[in-house]
């Protein structure tokens, strides 16, 4: 099982990678959404997108990284992003236009 490394005030935590339903950048955390909880920890998407397995997720938005294997529906939000809903949560996540386009034809195959 592979787990990601997060820093928190009391030490470095652990969470397996299946566990993480998505993972987003709000007001300067970054914020873990799991099933049960929010995990408020510091540093950039980018590090952590880095860390990840990158058949199991996927930087949707400047502000989110996605496990896909949580997605329950995705429709259109807005002109140019999409609305990801996600099993096992209320919470939800956004694609940009131009990261939905590169996820179909790299996931779904087609485009």
């Known amino acids: 099982m592979k787990r990601l490394a ?3 005030k009391s030490g470095l935590n652990f969470i397996d990678f299946d566990k993480i339903i998505f993972i987003e950048k709000f007001n300067r955390k970054i914020l873990i959404h799991t099933k ?5 920890t510091n540093g950039t998407l ?3 997108y880095n860390k990840l397995d990158s058949e199991m997720f996927y930087r949707s938005h400047r502000s989110y990284i996605i496990n896909v294997d949580y997605i329950k529906k995705i429709s259109p939000w807005g002109e ?4 990801i ?3 096992n949560t ?3 996540a956004l694609f940009s236009y131009d990261r939905y386009k590169e996820f179909k034809e790299n996931y779904i195959g087609y485009g």
């Open 6 to 8: 997060y820093r928190m």
């Open 36 to 40: 049960d909880q929010k995990i408020e």
């Open 46 to 48: 980018s590090s952590i």
């Open 80 to 83: 140019k992003s999409y609305r």
């Open 85 to 87: 809903i996600f099993d």
């Open 90 to 92: 209320k919470e939800d």
